[in-house]
């Protein structure tokens, strides 16, 4: 049982690059969802899905793009990263809206030079 | 809007000895689930705990128990019985029942444990 799988772990990018952060579930989860963690600031949601076709802009969305596809995956793109994205990256996903608990991926840890 | 509060940004315990960690929200809404998530050094994050707003009975799981007190917006975790494995960042969070989108989440707690 994979659960969430997020690739990269790691990622070095130059300032002006662009890059996709993956993100597959198998749990047939209709809510996928984006945060970055910053130190002091918690966990920020960037963008959510309810279901295919569907995403929807979160409390810091600016840089990023989404898209859904499927049930299954929830790719984030960095358009033109910046320094002031360097984070480390969650994708979640939770049965149900509003009540079931966020199945996290493991992380990503980008950094932007 | 919705804010979650958690005062205290470091805390340690001796092993085997039990600790707890403040966590305040503030909601205008009635319906809501309340969490606490579990971040070790690995960077996994892990749910400890969940409260569901409408039960007045606090929530156990194991070494883990909440003290949820509704109309002082107060969601604090007690660890019994600390373990060198308890040693993480520990988050609070909370989101709207039903309608929610998004989970809201506290700055955090380092908690160390000592042998």
């Known amino acids: 049982n994979a659960g969430v799988t997020q690739t990269p772990k790691f990622q070095v990018l130059k300032t002006g690059q662009s890059m996709t952060l993956q993100c597959a579930q198998d749990?047939?989860?209709?809510?996928m969802s984006w945060y970055r963690q910053d130190p002091g600031m918690g966990l920020r949601l960037i963008h959510y899905?309810?279901?295919?076709?569907?995403?929807d802009q979160g409390e810091v969305p600016n840089g990023y793009n989404v898209s859904r596809s499927t049930t299954e995956d929830f790719p984030l793109r960095l358009l033109s990263a910046a320094p002031s994205q360097t984070s480390v990256y969650f994708c979640?996903?939770?049965?149900?809206?509003?009540?079931?608990?966020?199945?996290f991926g493991n992380g990503t840890r980008l950094t932007v030079t | 809007a919705q804010t979650v509060t958690q005062s205290q940004p470091e805390m340690s315990v001796q092993e085997a000895e039990t600790v707890t960690l403040s966590c305040t929200y503030d909601?205008?809404?009635?319906?809501?689930?309340l969490f606490w998530y579990k971040q070790p050094p690995s960077r996994q994050m892990i749910l400890v705990i969940r409260?569901?707003?409408?039960?007045?009975q606090n929530a156990t799981e194991n070494r883990f128990s909440v003290n949820f007190q509704k109309a002082a917006k107060s969601f604090s975790l007690k660890i019994s019985d600390s373990q060198l494995g308890d040693t993480a960042m520990y988050f609070c969070?909370?989101?709207?029942?039903?309608?929610?989108?998004?989970?809201?989440f506290g700055t955090g707690t380092s908690l160390t444990v000592i042998p």
């Open positions: 979640a996903s939770s049965h149900r809206q509003g009540v079931s608990p966020l199945h």
């Open positions: 909601t205008s809404e009635n319906n809501y689930y």
């Open positions: 899905s309810v279901g295919a076709g569907i995403t």
């Open positions: 409260q569901e707003a409408y039960k007045q």
């Open positions: 749990m047939n989860h209709e809510y």
């Open positions: 969070a909370f989101t709207i029942g039903l309608t929610g989108n998004q989970f809201y």
